[in-house]
């Protein structure tokens, strides 16, 4: 029943980081193809067009280094913790879209991109949290031995 009840909300998570990422685009389109103002322009174009391709060629590389791990369709048979930020921290990959999803709302800085940019983080957060349970019970002292020398999400941080 745990499992069961871990993964409900794992997808709850995911739904909501998604959702997230959507909206955040969808201002963009707003903004930049229909000339919907959204808010200021305080922060640097250039800037926030880095952190967002940052983001993502840091995910990119990141998910290769999972699928050539796990080649196999489907659940993870073999715990990814080496290569790239898996030596630092446990999940590079939710770093990978925090920063992604933090240049979306730099290129449209309003309060509701924050806001949805804050709710995208705690999902992101929740949702780590739920697959290091789900990685512990399926991989047991091999997780708890990377556990104990990594991070959650943040290198040398939290």
Not at 60 to 71: A, C, E, F, G, Q
Not at 89 to 97: G, K, Q, V
Not at 107 to 116: C, D, N, R
């Amino acid at each position: 029943m745990e499992s069961v009840k871990s993964e409900t909300h794992q997808t709850y998570w995911w739904w909501i980081k998604v959702l997230c990422g959507v909206a955040l685009i969808a201002g963009l389109v707003a903004k930049f193809v229909f000339f919907v103002e959204l808010g200021g322009e305080s922060i640097p174009v250039l800037l926030a067009q880095i952190v967002v391709v940052f983001g993502g060629s840091l995910y990119i590389y990141h998910y290769i280094l999972v699928k050539n791990n796990n080649p196999e369709f489907g659940e993870a048979q073999r715990l990814t913790d080496s290569g790239g930020l898996f030596t630092r921290i446990r999940h590079p990959m939710y770093l990978s879209d925090a920063l992604y999803y933090a240049g979306l709302a730099m290129l449209w800085p309003s309060a509701l991109s924050v806001s949805i940019l804050l709710l995208a983080w705690v999902a992101l957060v929740m949702q780590a949290r739920e697959e290091d349970s789900w990685c512990e019970r399926q991989f047991g002292a091999q997780h708890e031995a990377w556990r104990s020398q990594t991070k959650l999400l943040i290198p040398h941080v939290y």
